[in-house]
Nanobody
Framework: QVQLVESGGGLAQTGGSLRLSCAAS????????MSWARQVPGKGLEWVSG????????YYAKSVEGRFTISRDNAKNTLYLQMNNLKPEDTGLYLC???????????????WGQGTQVTVSS
């Protein structure tokens, strides 16, 4: 079955960096687009970034554009999110999501990981 396991979260200071990873199994990773989203209590789910199956086309929410970089290694079945210049409003549970197609439109998910917590102190 599809499994998505996130790691790399933790506590960071404002202006700091973290790198999230998502190990995927149970499906042909290179076939599907992938996304990162974050869940903040009281604010719901926010899509953060997505990447097409070939790793070339990447997309970002305006709130993170220029600070976050999504990437993937199809040989290792792993999705990444490099987060730089972190802000307190980046605090949340970051989830890796499998998209239903290889390319866009994004934000059509059919599987989620359990998430990894990111906390940014001011």
């Amino acid at each position: 079955q599809v499994q998505l396991v996130e790691s790399g979260g933790g506590l960071a200071q404002t202006g700091g960096s973290l790198r999230l990873s998502c190990a995927a199994s149970g499906f042909t990773f290179s076939t599907y687009a992938m996304s990162w989203a974050r869940q903040v209590p009281g604010k719901g789910l926010e899509w953060v970034s997505g990447i097409f199956n070939d790793g070339i086309n990447t997309y970002y929410a305006k709130s993170v554009e220029g600070r976050f970089t999504i990437s993937r290694d199809n040989a290792k079945n792993t999705l990444y999110l490099q987060m730089n210049n972190l802000k307190p409003e980046d605090t949340g549970l970051y989830l890796c999501a499998k998209e239903v197609a290889s390319r866009g439109p994004l934000q059509r998910y059919d599987h989620w990981g359990q998430g990894t917590q990111v906390t940014v102190s001011s």
